[in-house]
């Protein structure tokens, strides 16, 4: 085989030297491609899968926040104004603490 080799003239030489190279760099492209594509796919099972529940209870924490605020609201809106006021006051906020509860609540029935 190196008698072979050493037989070849220098231009076919550089040629099939240009060639390996070629070769080697389009296998290196293609493993790179092949990890790329799995790394895709881990990625995105990661993100639906397990950072799912971090998710769910980024939402309620966020949801609890708007009750607690609602509930103060609530209760700092109770201390002021006339008596009609504070009636009225009072129903259109617990509506909205309602609201917020049950949205709260279709949050955990769908995560469960």
């Keep these: 085989m190196w008698?072979?080799?050493?037989?070849?003239?220098?231009?076919t030489k550089f040629l099939l030297?240009?060639?390996?190279?070629?070769v080697i760099v389009v296998c290196l492209s293609m493993a790179a491609f092949s990890g790329l594509?799995?790394?895709?796919d881990i990625t995105a099972e990661l993100y639906s899968v397990?950072?799912?529940d971090s998710q769910l209870i980024a939402a309620?924490?966020?949801?609890?926040?708007?009750?607690?605020?609602?509930?103060?609201?609530l209760f700092r809106?109770?201390?002021?104004?006339?008596?009609?006021?504070?009636?009225n006051l009072?129903?259109?906020d617990a509506a909205a603490l309602q609201s917020s509860v049950s949205r709260s609540r279709m949050q955990l029935t769908q995560a469960a």
Aim: charged content about 20%; aromatic content about 4%.
């Design 60 to 73: 309620i924490s966020q949801d609890i926040g708007h009750i607690h605020a609602d509930l103060l609201r």
């Design 17 to 22: 030297t240009a060639l390996l190279f070629i």
């Design 50 to 52: 397990q950072f799912k």
């Design 3 to 11: 008698r072979t080799v050493n037989n070849l003239s220098i231009s």
């Design 90 to 92: 009072l129903q259109t």
């Design 77 to 87: 809106n109770n201390r002021m104004g006339s008596r009609a006021e504070r009636a």
């Design 37 to 40: 594509t799995r790394q895709k």
